[in-house]
């Protein structure tokens, strides 16, 4: 069974650092492009970030371009999301995900992990 577990959130204030984790079990996503999503309450998921299956291309959300990283250990078919100078906005459920023919289109990746909640107080 294929399973994607994200780790790391909490509550944090504005202006902290957070590292988010996903492992993955059951395959390996070597080959796959992998991702970062989230959800606010009442909001659509939207894309954060992802990397290529050699870790050479990253992608970025506007909203968080020079404020997170997005990094992946094909060894350890892990991927990772350095969160720096969080902003309230950002709580919300983050998703990890996997193969994609779309970075940066929520439908079009094939495997999610089941979140984890990040809250940013002001």
């Known amino acids: 069974q294929v399973q994607l577990v994200e780790s790391g959130g909490g509550l944090v204030q504005a202006g902290d650092s957070l590292r988010l984790a996903c492992a993955a079990s059951?395959?390996?996503?070597?080959?796959?492009?992998m991702g970062w999503f989230r959800q606010a309450p009442g909001k659509e998921r939207e894309f954060v970030a992802a990397?290529?299956?050699?870790?050479?291309?990253?992608y970025y959300a506007d909203s968080v371009k020079g404020r997170f990283t997005i990094s992946r250990d094909n060894a350890k078919n892990t991927v990772s999301l350095q969160m720096n100078s969080l902003k309230p906005e950002g709580t919300a459920v983050y998703y990890c995900?996997?193969?994609?023919?779309?970075?940066?289109?929520?439908?079009?990746?094939?495997?999610w992990g089941q979140g984890t909640q990040v809250t940013v107080s002001t």
């Open positions: 990397i290529s299956r050699a870790g050479i291309s990253t």
């Open positions: 059951g395959r390996t996503f070597t080959n796959d492009v």
């Open positions: 995900a996997a193969e994609t023919w779309d970075v940066r289109t929520a439908t079009a990746y094939g495997y």
